[in-house]
């Protein structure tokens, strides 16, 4: 990764992007040793790229983190799912976390092991649950007493055993965006810890069926540790209890949620969280599970697109770009602050600089990038890059006034491959026939 010679440039966001593989030099964009230019002269826009090496060093974070205890990292693949991000993953170790049967699809087809496959999820389907078992998925987390019924059902049906770990909603607020706070009493996931006892109890009497471990997820972009500290507590001591009621719990699933810098949030690091959980994990001698997906994967992505016009209705100036939120739909849903950069910088002090609102294609006032944005005047042609991009990104587009989705490109060091190709009109329509009754 170059970071020799960086100009200085006129906005000081500059500087924090210098810490991840995306980095200025000479005024233009880079990728590990990759400019955006040679990617986007080649690939088009609008069109995501992820650095390799920025996804590698955030999995081997946790994997320090939690280096002096029995742990998996299960990456969730629902924050970025593309095949050779989780090949890539795959190769260096890592588990995954899956959320239904596609997601399970594209994990084998990516090579990960079954054993290492993590199945979470409010709503899963008894085809989903028997595709899981029949692929040897080993860890499934529980969230419902009817969904543990259906389970030992199939359990039975398959003559399989089957390995479960409740999921507790511990109604403990993550103090995160409303949308994506996943564990007060009042959110449809998991059950109460009263709720995981009755069920613990019921399992005994359901041949096959194990209850071995305890699972939690209570957030996403969390931005303290008291939430998961506290959580996981509540956990510790279920454990403990469950222990002497004579049930033997291997594993302790803490989810994902660790948070990440978007803009001028401070997130605590890996390192940070795992020293903070260990003292109440370390006693328990548990496997310790992970579900990090953001922390691996969204500072390792960017959205690289492109100005077709810019315009002024009154007051206000608006740079209309060739991307959208069937791209990335987080600023429209969550009002999420992404930065956006120019990807060649200007040091033309000629070029005045604008305040303008960065919007997409799409007919909704909601799709937008940024708002109010200081820039230097962009002009048709420019290319812009949306940073922090590569969670929750592509893995939540859409074909919405049917635009076809955008390119994915993997760069290591100077080398750059799609990993997915630009969709076409002829993808837009496949499966759809013309009936006139
Ligand atoms: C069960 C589960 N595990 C892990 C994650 C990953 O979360 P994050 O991307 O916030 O780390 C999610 C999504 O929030 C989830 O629902
Ligand atoms: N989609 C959300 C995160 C939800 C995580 C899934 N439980 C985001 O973009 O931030």
Sequence with gaps: MRKENRVSCRNP?????????????????????????????QVGTPVYIYSAQQILENFHQFDQAFQSIPHLTCYAVKANSNLSLLALLAQAGAGVDIGSGGELYRALKA??????????????????????LQAGVQRINIESSQEFELICKIARELNTPVYLSPRINPDIDAQTHPYIVTGLKENKFGMSVEQARTLCRHARECSGVHITGVSMHIGSQMTLLAPLIEATEVLASFIQELRQDGFQIETIDLGGGLGIRYHQETAP????????????????????????????????????????????????????????????????????????????????????????????????????????????QPQPGDLLALFTAGAYGFSMASHYNSRPNAAEVLVHKGDFRIVRQRETYADLIRGEDIHLL
């Design 111 to 132: 090579g990960i092991a079954p054993e290492k496959i993590t199945y979470s999820g409010v709503g899963k389907t008894e085809q989903e649950l028997v595709e899981a």
């Design 269 to 376: 690091t890996p390192e940070e969280y795992g020293s903070a959980l260990l003292p109440i994990l370390q006693p328990l001698r548990c496997r310790v599970i992970v579900e990090p997906g953001r922390a691996i994967v969204g500072n390792a992505g960017i959205l690289v697109m492109k100005v077709l016009y810019t315009k002024q209705n009154a007051s206000k100036y608006f740079t209309i770009v060739d991307a959208a939120m069937t791209d990335c739909i987080r600023p429209a849903l969550y009002h999420a602050y992404h930065e956006v950069l120019p990807v060649h910088q200007t040091h033309d002090a000629s070029v005045p600089m604008v305040t303008a609102d960065i919007v997409g294609q799409v007919c909704e006032s909601a799709d937008f990038f940024g708002k109010n944005r200081q820039l230097p």
């Design 13 to 41: 966001v500059f500087l924090f992007y210098t810490m991840t593989a995306f980095h200025f030099l000479d005024q233009i964009l880079y990728v590990e040793d990759v400019p955006i230019r040679d990617i986007v002269a």
